[in-house]
């Protein structure tokens, strides 16, 4: 088996079955790879009485009970876990995460987001967004839907993995990261690139096409072509018993990110984090996305030095 590329997963708890929701593919990574779940709470200096509809832990009294409960649980399907019960201070929520995933050495943090779509929905999340940007580490992120079914904690590895890549360097640190992960679940990895069609184009983008509609679709079929080649050379820097397929699509990025979504069980792809309103005007493809599929998101924060992939 693969290394696994992660040996200590942080999970934040909130007490909620809607934050519950992360746990099958984060129980299921430390499953199917080794390692070991950390199961944080945060004691809040002034918590609310009820979070998403239920009572919310407001003592470390309930808060240890909860998590060793849900240890307990975890432990008899055959997950290594521990529980941190920490107070926050004067520290923000997202920050002390942040600060705790540090202090006990994690290297991932994986919580569900509670955006309840809109504008907040876009916003990532406000708790994930800050962690994301403050841990600087691979986050795994799944939106929380009431729809869903929230009280299931089996362990699931996922067996299909999804990369969305857009021929920059930048989203091609996470190839390394997408080939260990593969490699220790022995899932299925699908790259993919989405050029856009003439309608999709950015704003910046669709000046030239509105004189130059012709000359506009030719460079996009050329763009095509050169992002098949592209997916086709990336390919092959996986090692030789991974399954790696790739597609390449045109329309809407992220519509078209959705439909391939629903033959994945993770998505894995690099995010820039950018906190609040600029990373949504900025055209954040991890938080549209994450508002239109019900699968995982595992981010990795872009380098500011690209670590080629070979």
Request: proline fraction near 7%.
């Amino acid at each position: 088996m693969t290394e696994s590329p992660f040996t200590r997963i942080l999970v934040a708890l909130d007490g909620s079955r809607l934050a519950e929701r992360i746990l099958p593919v984060a129980s299921g990574l430390v499953l199917a790879c080794g390692g070991e779940l950390l199961l944080l709470h945060i004691l809040e200096a002034a918590p609310p009485g009820r979070v998403h509809g239920e009572p919310h832990l407001t003592d470390a009294e309930s808060a240890g009970r909860y998590l060793e409960q849900l240890a307990s649980e975890l432990r008899a399907q055959g997950i290594v876990c521990r529980i941190a019960l920490v107070a926050a201070d004067q520290a923000a929520v997202a920050r002390c995460i942040a600060r705790q995933a540090r202090a006990l050495e994690a290297d991932m943090i994986a919580l569900t987001t509670h955006g309840r779509g809109g504008l907040r929905g876009f916003l990532f999340g406000r708790i994930a967004q800050q962690v994301l940007q403050e841990a600087e580490l691979p986050t795994l992120v799944r939106r929380s839907s009431p729809d869903g079914d929230a009280a299931a904690r089996a362990p699931a590895p996922p067996c299909r993995l999804l990369v969305p890549l857009d021929g920059s360097q930048a989203s091609e640190q996470v190839l390394p990261l997408a080939w260990q992960l593969a490699g220790c679940l022995r899932a299925q990895v699908t790259l993919a690139r989405i050029v856009p069609s003439l309608e999709h184009l950015s704003l910046r983008e669709s000046a030239p096409a509105v004189f130059l509609p012709t000359a506009t679709a030719a460079l996009l079929a050329l763009e095509r072509e050169r992002g098949e080649e592209d997916l086709r050379r990336l390919a092959a820097t996986a090692p030789g018993d991974l399954a790696v397929s790739i597609v390449v699509r045109q329309g809407d990025v992220i519509e078209e990110l959705a439909r391939l979504s629903g033959g994945a069980d993770l998505v894995v792809m690099t995010t820039h984090g950018r906190a609040g309103l600029p990373g949504w005007l900025a055209g954040s493809v991890a938080a549209r996305l994450l508002e239109r599929v019900a699968i995982p998101l595992l981010l990795q924060p872009v380098s500011e030095r690209p670590t080629p992939a070979t």
